[in-house]
């Protein structure tokens, strides 16, 4: 155990005490809040980068510091920290990208009254997600996870005035909170069956071989335990990472502040989920060995991933929200990086989960700053001729868009999409989530170049996009550091120099492959991407938009399927019509049985009750009270009767009493009593 | 013996009757004490001559005289004028009663055999031995009579007196 | 006919000329006289009892007597002070005037 | 042992603290009856730690035993003592008496005798808590109904007359059957002690004596006991008289009968039905345990229909105490077949009980601003943007629901946790549905937060005056209290862990 990993904790704790500086502060304290925010995020980011060079040392290690955090009869809940290369990419990753956007941040919200509380809550999400990334408990992770969904949800509803971002951030708790379930009863099963729930604890902990033995019996439905589990954790991961089936939530979230897009919802949380499954990979990997089960766990996460990769690319095709694109963008890339997963290959996973954070915060916070300096104007259709106004954001932003669509050999995207291609081609249970990742290829192309020549090119269409401005140095510098990172990042994981892969998966030397051996599925990818863009130059470059109602060209062409896509495909709908309504129905059935039912018990054994007083006090005054009443009557009448006999008269009374002497007296005589 | 018996009680039933039937309250008062008087001599005649000096003391002696005083004070108009019986029916009724009260008292006296006649007469109580009677056994009697008295005495003042506070004599 | 049931028989003629004075006279100061008579009745009859009873020696009798004495003399000196009071307040002596008790 | 009789001293200081405010009642200026009664109401929290420090969780016994002769023709005793669960208990009710009182103190008519009868209402409470023979414990159990029928009907809302018969006649109708049950055991058992019957129920003999297992008696009694303890929990489907009587009743009240009242049911499982009738809990388990999935689930559910936010944290007690009865009937069913998660489930419960107490009253006193702010109102559409204009306000009641939807680093969580991983481990489907219930509760509590605080300013939230410092007072320490056993609840665990490893290993 080094220094590194015992004062791992320190990582998370910085930003966390940052937050609470921040939510202890006073409401003037701007600056005391942002100025703790960014410096607890330089610390860790300094001390991540402190803990890659301590994991790097040994990259086979998983260095752990574990502790009880309270005893529990048998045995104490055991809580830990984890040291290896992927937690420490992680870690530099996140604490990086999070300083620059917290940077950015001090621009763009400078005008907001609530300034302090946003970098209060932007410090516990970052606190939260490094949690999430140190973590050597599945319960601690899950702590961190449901944290992070906390931030998040507090961090889109943050103009909690809009009705809208209120309602989404709600939305966005409870679709997640959905996977997390499936999450917490995967933890619950796995605690119950391993007894612990640390991923190392020198041989003991449940990623290790000797506890991933004891899962590979089969249950009665014929999985095995190990799949079971790693399915249930695999429903936390699509909550949070927006697969379908529960993707539905991210666009949604686009309502909270763009530096919120871009930290959260692009670059790090919805990204904890294929972490999750990079974390747990063992567990995944255990049923791989048994021939005889209907499905692998990995078979179920390639599939989604694709699916979800396909869709979210399709459905942003038909969107005009600058964010939303992204948004959709987002789904889809978080698909891909599911498709790695699936398909056997995390360290692609991981490769473009990194590029990905770089160059889609990139994007977001380049869409922040045109929305910034066009006054709050999202829709691209109202845009357009911003590349002369704002030639920086033009510029980084353009870099953003070729590292995302996969332009050849320069941009870090392309390498982590060759990379997903290559292992999904490489797949041997199906070609499916190969050719949908291959259609996802040329849409990506196809829907950035859209974005880049309505947003960019052309002339402005609308007041707010003819007056944009470009903004100051605090906004533009993270884009140009981002923008450094998107191109230079490809460097760490060439084909002929894997230095990544090597790192994550722990062996000492790099070694590297000629790069001509994947050429031809390489060349492919170039022809595809060229394919989209040349299909988007030709639909929206060529001839641009004149006015912010003019039809979109595609939509002219197809109107039905735009119209599709452009909903959503109806999942929206979809859910409100299933799961919602039966949600309301749960609750009017608990509420009507309450009410009737139980409720209607009660009253009628009360009801039961109150009669039989009825009848019984019936009965009491007319038959009992009725003769005691009669009883009292005659009583009293006696009684008056008798006081007439109270004259009042001496002589009288005198006299009674010796006729009643006389009588008593001849009684006892002529009675002789003797 | 008999016959001083005999004398004293007829002496004793003419005063009391007299007193009794006497139209001026006056005599009756005065016939009275003179019954008074005569029980006195009972007493002398069976042998208590303590309790005949204490009848004569308080009665014949004090509450004569309170009788007295309570006729004159309540006098009204002519201090001679008679009392009437003002309802023969009430008398009538009166003296039937007594009439019933004596024939079963003398039933009961008569029809009762009684045979003590053969006992010796007791020598007569002294005074001393009422006296070592009195602060021995009865003491606790011959206090609350003492308090009774007291308590009487005052009693009788404040229910007699005149209240008349906002009325000053002038 | 024994000296004692003479004594007795001497002792209820006056408690019945008592008796008769307290129903016939209408003046409360004779019924109060009358009353006193019977109280002195029964005076002769403790006497009498003490004199011809089994256990004369005792001395019971006569402490009875001096007791009763003493009661009667009290109830005498409030009797004749209530007497005065109504008086006073009614102008009145007569008994049957006196009807506050009636029911 | 301690020779001060340190519990009597704790059940009796109410009670003669309550005489005190009667009489002073207009002797003295209303402010100094008001902080007299809160800081006899302290005297709980200071006793308790007291009791604490003389404490050894190692002891799995009963502690600082007060026993004396009482009736002695029944062989009635009074037995006082304590042990962690009953330390837990008193210490909560330690702290949510005093805040409650403190809290609500300044709004109420008649300051002095709503005092007396709240402390009344706490002397009851804490003999329920450490009483060990039924005599003395079911007179506390029938006394606490009488100021809290006074202290909800004088001061409760429109419908409380009606809520308050129904509380107090429902519960006493529950009670009578457990008299009923307790008077059958004493003629079998000759004692009414329980440290006694749950030494005879352990050996076997309580059955016998009663008639031999299987046959009615054992049968009947039990049955009596449960429904007492059912009723006051309450169990579903007899919860229908809580929703009304916390929502009509006045809300220092509400508080204290979600924060410590509701526990006195748990405890009387935990205490009495639990060691004395093993063999026909264990019997009835699975039924029952279906009725406390239904609690968990249905409760949750109705309380998303609820349109007045009282009913709906109501509805959310019954769902919160469900999860107790839960693990409790799940560890009951399962019985020895795994000791580490009866013993999770166990510890769950004792945690979920102190954590629903504070989270709750927390949550009542939240609505009570908001009710009090707004003459009276408390539906869920009569505010809206509370957040713009009461930071602190909209701040700490988040605190507390997001307590009590069990968010991590919140103290309902690790209460919640423990129950799911216990009854995991018994019974997965049960554990699988109940997530449901989690689930449900995390729908209302946001949407009680989104329509309340969310969204412009609204209703009644136009205006808002945010937390005057005395309101400050009475949640920061409940607030406090959440973080730390969020993040630290070794502090209650540790109290309760040997007695919770001891009933799991003692389990048929």
């Known amino acids: ?522 060349g492919l990818s170039v022809v595809l991407v060229a394919l989209g863009v040349g299909l988007g130059w030709a639909l929206y470059g060529r001839s641009l938009r004149a006015n912010s109602a003019a039809k979109d060209p595609l939509a002219v062409r197809a109107p039905g399927v735009i119209a599709a896509l452009a909903n959503r495909l109806g999942f929206d709908e979809l859910y409100a019509a299933t799961v919602g309504r039966l949600n309301a129905a749960l609750a009017t059935l608990a509420d009507v049985l309450d009410r009737f039912v139980w409720g209607g018990a009660v009253d009628f054994l009360a009801a039961l009750g109150q009669f039989t007083g009825l009848v019984t006090r019936e009965t009491d005054e007319r038959t009992l009270n009725g003769g005691f009443d009669t009883t009292s009557d005659k009583l009293r009448g006696a009684g008056q009767a008798y006081s007439q006999a109270q004259t009042g008269e001496a002589h009288g009374y005198l006299r009674t009493l010796a006729l009643g002497f006389v009588i008593l007296l001849l009684l006892v005589v002529l009675g002789g009593a003797r | 013996m008999t016959l001083a018996l005999l004398l004293i009680g007829f002496l004793l039933l003419a005063a009391a009757g007299a007193a009794m039937l006497s139209r001026n309250l006056i005599h009756s008062a005065l016939l009275l004490t003179g019954a008074w008087a005569g029980i006195a001599g009972f007493y002398l005649w069976a042998g208590a001559e303590f309790v005949a000096f204490a009848q004569v003391l308080v009665y014949v002696g004090a509450v004569s005289m309170i009788v007295l005083f309570a006729v004159l004070l309540t006098r009204q108009g002519a201090t001679t004028a008679p009392v009437e019986f003002d309802s023969f029916r009430r008398a009538a009724a009166g003296i039937i009663t007594a009439g019933g009260v004596m024939g079963v008292l003398f039933g009961a006296i008569l029809g009762t055999p009684m045979d003590v006649t053969s006992a010796p007469p007791p020598a007569s109580i002294t005074v001393r031995q009422i006296g070592a009677q009195l602060m021995g056994p009865h003491a606790a009697a011959l206090l609350i009579v003492g308090v009774l008295l007291t308590v009487a005495l005052l009693g009788a003042i404040v229910i007699a007196a005149v209240d008349k506070p906002d009325d000053p004599a002038p | 006919m024994s000296p004692l049931q003479l004594c007795l028989v001497l002792s209820s003629l006056l408690f019945c000329v008592g008796l008769a004075g307290a129903l016939a006279r209408s003046n409360t100061i004779l019924v109060l006289l009358g009353i006193e008579l019977m109280l002195n009745a029964a005076n002769l009859n403790f006497i009498a009892f003490w004199r011809y009873g089994p256990q004369p020696a005792a001395g019971l009798g006569v402490i009875f007597v001096l007791f009763a004495i003493a009661v009667a003399a009290a109830e005498a000196a409030v009797g004749l002070a209530l007497v005065i009071a109504i008086h006073r307040h009614r102008k009145t002596v007569r008994l049957q005037d006196s009807t506050a008790l009636k029911g | 042992m301690s020779p001060w009789p340190l519990l009597s001293t704790l059940v009796f200081t109410p009670w003669i603290g309550a005489l005190l405010v009667f009489v002073l009642r207009r002797r003295a200026p209303d402010s100094v009856v008001r902080g007299l009664t809160v800081l006899i109401s302290l005297s709980t929290l200071a006793l308790g730690a007291c009791a604490l420090a003389h404490f050894d969780p190692a002891v799995t016994g009963m502690q600082l035993v007060e026993q004396h002769a009482w009736i002695s023709a029944l062989n009635v005793r009074y037995h006082l003592g304590l042990d962690g669960l009953s330390l837990v208990l008193v210490l909560l009710t330690g702290i949510i008496s005093p805040v409650a009182l403190f809290g609500t103190l300044r709004g109420v008519r008649c300051p002095a005798v709503y005092g007396a009868l709240f402390l009344l209402l706490q002397g009851s409470a804490l003999g329920v808590f450490v009483a060990l023979d039924f005599f003395p414990w079911f007179v506390f159990w029938e006394l606490s109904l009488v100021p809290a029928f006074f202290l909800m009907k004088l001061w409760g809302g429109p419908g409380a007359g009606r809520a308050a018969y129904q509380f107090v006649i429902y519960t006493i109708g529950g009670s009578a059957f457990m008299l009923l049950g307790f008077a059958a055991l004493y003629t079998a058992a000759g004692t009414f002690d329980f440290v006694e019957l749950a030494a005879l129920a352990r050996d076997g003999s309580l059955a016998a004596k009663l008639g031999g297992p299987g046959a009615f008696w054992p049968q009947a009694v039990f049955l009596g006991v449960l429904l007492g303890l059912a009723v006051k929990v309450p169990l579903f489907p007899f919860h229908t008289w809580l929703p009304p009587a916390y929502a009509e009743a006045p809300v220092g009240a509400s508080m204290f009968l979600t924060g410590v009242m509701s526990k006195m049911g748990v405890y009387g499982f935990l205490r009495i039905l639990w060691p004395i009738f093993p063999a026909p809990l264990q019997a009835a388990a699975t039924p029952l345990l279906w009725l406390a999935l239904g609690g968990v689930v249905l409760g949750a559910f109705a309380a998303m229909k609820q349109a007045d936010l009282k009913r709906m944290v109501a509805y959310s007690s019954v769902n919160h105490l469900s999860y107790c009865l839960l693990a409790l009937f799940a560890v009951a069913a399962a019985g020895r077949t795994n000791p580490a998660a009866s013993a999770a489930a166990l510890s769950g419960t004792i945690l979920q009980l102190f954590n629903h107490g504070l989270s709750a009253a927390a949550l009542f006193y939240c609505v009570g601003v908001l009710e009090q702010r707004s003459n009276g109102r408390r539906g869920l559409g009569d505010f809206g943007g509370v957040r713009s204009a009461a930071p602190f306000f909209a701040g700490f009641c988040g605190l507390a629901l997001f307590s009590s939807l069990g968010l991590p680093g919140l103290n309902g969580f690790v209460g919640e946790f423990l129950i799911f991983r216990g009854v995991f481990g018994l019974a997965p489907w049960a554990a699988s549905v109940a997530t449901l219930g989690l689930l449900a509760t995390a729908i209302f509590l946001l949407t009680f937060w989104q329509r309340v605080f969310h969204g412009p300013a609204a209703g009644a939230g136009v205006n808002f005056r945010d937390l005057d410092a005395g309101e400050l007072v009475t949640l920061l320490p409940l607030i406090v209290l959440m973080f730390v056993l969020g993040l630290y609840p070794q502090l209650l665990a540790g109290l309760i862990n040997p007695l919770v490893t001891a009933w799991a290993g003692s389990l048929p």
């Open chain 1, 1 to 522: 155990m080094t220094l590194a990993v015992q004062h791992l904790w320190l990582i998370p704790a910085l930003p966390l005490a940052a937050a609470a500086v921040g939510a202890l502060a006073p409401r003037s304290g701007r600056t005391l809040a942002a100025g703790a925010a960014i410096g607890a995020m330089a610390g860790s980011f300094i001390l991540a980068c402190l803990a890659l060079a301590g994991a790097l040392a040994d990259p086979a290690a998983h260095q752990v510091f574990n502790f009880a955090w309270f005893d529990l009869g048998f045995g104490a809940l055991r809580l830990g920290f984890l040291l290896d290369p992927l937690t420490a990419f992680m870690c530099v990753m996140v604490a990086f990208v999070s300083l620059l956007i917290f940077i950015f941040s001090t621009g763009y919200m400078k005008e907001d009254a609530n300034y302090k509380q946003f970098f209060c809550f932007l410090s516990l999400f970052a606190a939260a997600m490094l949690g999430l990334v140190v973590a050597n408990s599945l319960l601690l992770l899950f702590v961190c996870w449901e944290l992070v969904g906390l931030a998040s949800y507090l961090l889109i509803g943050f103009w909690f005035h809009k009705p809208s971002a209120a309602a989404a951030a709600k939305k966005a708790f409870i679709t997640t909170r959905i996977g997390d379930l499936g999450f917490l009863l995967g933890l619950l099963w796995l605690q119950d069956n391993q007894g612990t729930l640390l991923f190392y604890d020198g041989g003991a902990g449940f990623l290790e071989a000797a506890a991933l033995a004891n899962l590979s019996h089969l249950l009665p439905c014929g999985l095995a335990v190990s799949t079971a589990i790693g399915l249930l954790i695999f429903c936390g991961a699509v909550g949070k990472s927006g697969q379908f089936p529960l993707h539905v939530w991210l666009p949604d979230a686009m309502e909270g502040p763009t530096p919120v897009s871009a930290l959260i919802h692009a670059a790090t949380m919805v990204a904890a989920g294929v972490f999750l499954i990079a974390r747990v990979y063992p567990l995944m990997t255990a049923d791989q060995a048994l021939a005889n089960v209907p499905v692998h766990a990995l078979t179920v996460v390639a599939f989604i991933g694709a699916f979800t990769a396909l869709l979210g690319a399709l459905i942003a095709v038909a969107q005009n929200d600058i964010k939303r694109i992204l948004a959709f963008s987002t789904v889809s890339q978080l698909g891909y990086m599911m498709l790695a997963l699936g398909v056997g290959s995390w360290v692609a996973a991981i490769f473009h989960l990194l590029t990905h954070a770089f160059f889609k915060a990139l994007l977001f916070l380049g869409a922040g700053s045109v929305i910034h300096a066009a006054h709050h104007e999202q829709d691209i259709r109202a845009l357009g001729g911003l590349s002369k106004k704002m030639k920086v954001t033009y510029l980084t932003f353009a870099l953003g868009t070729m590292a995302l669509v996969g332009v050849p050999l320069l941009f870090s995207g392309f390498w982590s999409k060759e990379a997903i291609l290559h292992a999904a081609h490489g797949w041997r249970v199906s070609h499916l989530p190969f050719y949908a990742a291959v259609l996802g290829v040329v849409l990506t192309a196809f829907y950035n170049t859209r974005l880049m020549a309505e947003t960019f090119f052309g002339s402005p269409r609308s007041e707010n996009a003819a007056h944009a401005r470009e903004n100051g140095p605090a906004m533009t510098l993270p884009l140009v550091i981002l923008a450094a990172c998107a191109v230079l990042l490809s460097l760490v994981n060439l084909p002929s120099y894997p230095w990544l892969a090597a790192k994550l998966l722990g062996e000492q030397e790099v070694r590297g492959h000629p790069i001509f051996e994947g050429a031809g599925l390489m």
